[in-house]
């Protein structure tokens, strides 16, 4: 077998083990944790769920992942990620920034990037940084503003 040949069966056999590590990783974690709860009460919390903020809750996330993708989109100012494509970065970062802890999710917004749209890590870590600015300086200013409201 030449190089190459080995090179290629090296790299499939790290990604089975990667996709037997995750599942089997995966796998455990969802068994402990429902062995902690009863079924009945989480079919409980499901049917006793009030559907008119389930629904408000929905439209809002939805929009929040909306409007984050098209700052991203502007941010990377590139025809190659369309807006649908940086609706599902979005989507992607956030479901790994409620899975990851201390906020590593959001490095999933710069391997999406490099690995689906070829663009350079650079890119991807500065659009990161001017975002996590702006979401820096907005909420500072909400801060900012309910103290003076409060205070009055």
Known sequence: MDQGGKKDVKRIALRVANIIVAV?????LVYYLLSKIRV???????????IPSLILFIIINFSDTFFRAY?????????????GDMFFT??????FNMILPARTGELS?????NRKFKFPVEVGVSTLIVALIFDLVIVFSLVVLSIIVVGI
């Open 24 to 28: 089997g990783l995966g796998g455990f």
């Open 71 to 83: 700052r991203y989109h502007i941010l990377v100012g590139s025809p190659r990620a369309r807006m």
């Open 109 to 113: 917004y710069v391997y999406v990037l």
């Open 90 to 95: 979005s989507l992607v970062r956030n479901a």
């Open 40 to 50: 009945g009460d989480i079919k409980e919390a499901f049917l006793g769920m009030y």
